[in-house]
């Protein structure tokens, strides 16, 4: 069944559910953002329990009063809800959508949110800073991935089937939105060097995490000139870079502040 034949109605929903489960993934890196910030990290030393209990929802009495435990085990709670959403969401995928690659992509993140499960109980487990910047690198793949499975039951990937015209600026365009993804995705990974007390802040981390910024900007800049040159007539292609441009400005402030 190909996705023009598709019932409206699933790829309405499945793409409503789509973005409620990005919703609960943003909630979730937030939260694991405050986690990092007051350092409760190690607030439960023990995984998967939490202080040797199995009870998810009441590991300690009155654990939500104390700000490290709320912080931590608020994080594998909503991690966990995470998880079941990608699945649910995978399986959907799996059974509705009749693009192998998009069968393939769900897989992909049911197997990232595993990853990074995993990866944060050996975090707890082996006291380790360094596999907690590389949990903190994961996440934004499995944001992404996430992200892009949306995108792609959206009606305007769907109407235009992702294509853009053979030409030449095309083929500039593709290339500049690979460059802005490969550098964007570094630079989150020398920002997590950053951001995990002991994991970096060395002076060349910092020049590295710097010269990074610049790089992006320039890169997506290159991204929002060829757009705006050459593909007047995909305004949803303009309207994206535009939104590219502006939450790359957003973060730049942030980082000057």
Known sequence: MSPSRSPHSDWTWRRRFSMATVALTVLLLS?????????????FPDWPTSLGSYNLLNPVEGWWEVPA???EHGH?????LVGLFTVALAAWTWWEDP??????LGIAAVALVILQGILGGLRV???SLDLAMVHACVAQLFFAVLVAMTLFVTDVWRIRD???????AAGRLRGWSYAAAIVIYLQIVLGALLRHPGAGMSGGYTALHVTGAFVVVGTVFGVLVLAEKHFDAVPALR????ALTGAMGLQFA???A
């Open 239 to 242: 309207r994206t870079a535009w």
């Open 99 to 104: 693009r192998a690659w998009m069968r393939k």
């Open 254 to 256: 942030l980082g000057l």
């Open 76 to 80: 594998r709670l909503i991690a966990s």
């Open 69 to 71: 435990y709320l912080a």
């Open 31 to 43: 939260w694991g953002a405050v986690v990092t910030s007051i350092g409760a990290g190690m607030a």
């Open 162 to 168: 992702g294509v853009l015209p053979n030409t030449d």
């Open 125 to 127: 487990l082996w006291v």
